[in-house]
């Protein structure tokens, strides 16, 4: 995460936009492949023609519009609004070299200089004008092939302002608010990078060379204690964050531009016949129905958190079969390229975790 995730309104992090390629990130919606790579870690011209701008600018009706383009990619030009954080940013491919990500200037992006790269955990400053350029960086296939970079995706569930813990059979599922507040700090002051649900499809895939500091922030259930407790922690230190969403229970729109809600399924998050959770015990047919019905409810499709953990091969194909393309299981370790899209590890945050714990965990 770049220092400007720790700035209250504005951060310094211009040059970002959203995509006119939508939110999903879908492998569909990257642009295609150019016949040539450029030099590994070299921006590609690209700017977009003034006129282009002009006309995107003149189409919209928002007085904090801002119209950007891309250097370093054959993406069309697009609207942002000034002061939001951002949509997903296009990811675009090229024979013969891997996508390094969006920089917030030329000399960032030939450096791939984490500290300023951007993506949809940052917010747009377009200055005093009204356009921005943002800067893509790319490697060789043989140096990111070099890299040793595992991503944590890490795993809440409720939380307590006591120190003590809580009287409960599954204490250890509460993490104490104070120690949260600690990680959160620790990943903003570090610099870590948030990358989307998009960019760790495209990571796993190996179409994107992400940093070595990054990391994805999950919460299970949506309980009480996560908006009352946890998600004032993220405002403050402009940390992204994903809730996995229980949609039978809840269905009220995101707390924060800072929190992700994603699928834990709409009705599956109980036992079914044999005691296990019903994504091992309902058919691939239902499952995907339920998925669906959880998918239309949060307007997004990208990725869900198995129940209990609890999942199988039927699982996994009613996932698919309802146009996910990720899930998350309770099994622990670190997503690296290669890994199985519906089975991916997290790590788990239990209770009394403090910060020397914490840094352990990250890898």
């Not at 400007?4 to 990257?30: E, F, I, K, N």
């Not at 009352?228 to 229980?246: E, K, M, N, Q």
């Not at 239902?286 to 958190?305: N, Q």
Request: charged share 20%; net charge negative; hydrophobic share 45%.
């Amino acid at each position: 995460m770049s220092p400007s995730r720790r700035a209250p309104a504005r951060p310094l992090l211009a040059l970002v936009v959203v995509t006119a390629l939508g939110l999903s990130g879908c492998a569909a919606d990257r642009v295609p492949p150019e016949p040539t790579a450029p030099a590994a870690s070299a921006a590609v011209p690209g700017e977009a023609a003034p006129d282009a701008l002009e006309a995107l600018l003149a189409s919209s009706g928002d007085p904090a519009a801002c119209a950007v383009s891309f250097d370093g990619a054959d993406a069309p030009p697009v609207l942002q609004s000034d002061g939001s954080l951002f949509a997903e940013l296009p990811l675009p491919r090229r024979e013969g070299a891997v996508f390094a990500g969006w920089y917030s200037d030329p000399e960032a992006a030939a450096r791939r200089d984490a500290a300023a790269r951007v993506n949809i955990a940052d917010a747009v400053a377009c200055g005093d004008g009204d356009r921005l350029v943002l800067h893509g960086a790319w490697a060789t296939p043989e140096e990111a092939a070099g890299l040793d970079v595992g991503v944590p995706i890490l795993m809440y569930h409720q939380f307590t302002d006591r120190p003590e813990g809580v009287d409960d059979p599954l204490r250890l599922n509460w993490a104490y608010a104070g120690d949260f507040e600690a990680h959160m700090a620790y990943l903003a002051d570090e610099g870590y990078y948030l990358p989307s649900w998009s960019e760790l499809s495209a990571f796993i895939d190996g179409e994107l060379v992400l940093p070595e500091k990054s990391a994805i922030v999950t919460d299970d259930d949506a309980h009480s204690s996560w908006f009352d407790l946890a998600v004032p922690v993220l405002d403050a230190h402009h940390v992204l964050a994903t809730s996995f969403v229980i949609t039978k229970w809840r269905s009220e729109e995101t707390p924060s531009p800072y929190v992700l809600q994603r699928s834990h399924t709409h009705d599956m998050h109980d036992p079914g016949a044999d005691g296990r959770g019903r994504m091992v015990n309902w058919t691939a047919e239902e499952i995907a129905a339920d998925l669906r019905t959880s998918a239309d409810v949060l307007g997004a499709s990208e990725v869900i958190a198995y129940p209990f953990g609890h999942y199988d091969e039927r699982s996994k194909r009613g996932v698919a079969d309802a146009g996910f393309d990720m899930a998350v299981t309770i099994e622990p370790g670190l997503v690296r390229p290669g890994a199985d899209k519906l089975a991916l590890p997290r790590v788990r945050i239990d209770y009394g975790m403090g910060l020397e714990a914490f840094v352990a965990s990250l890898g």
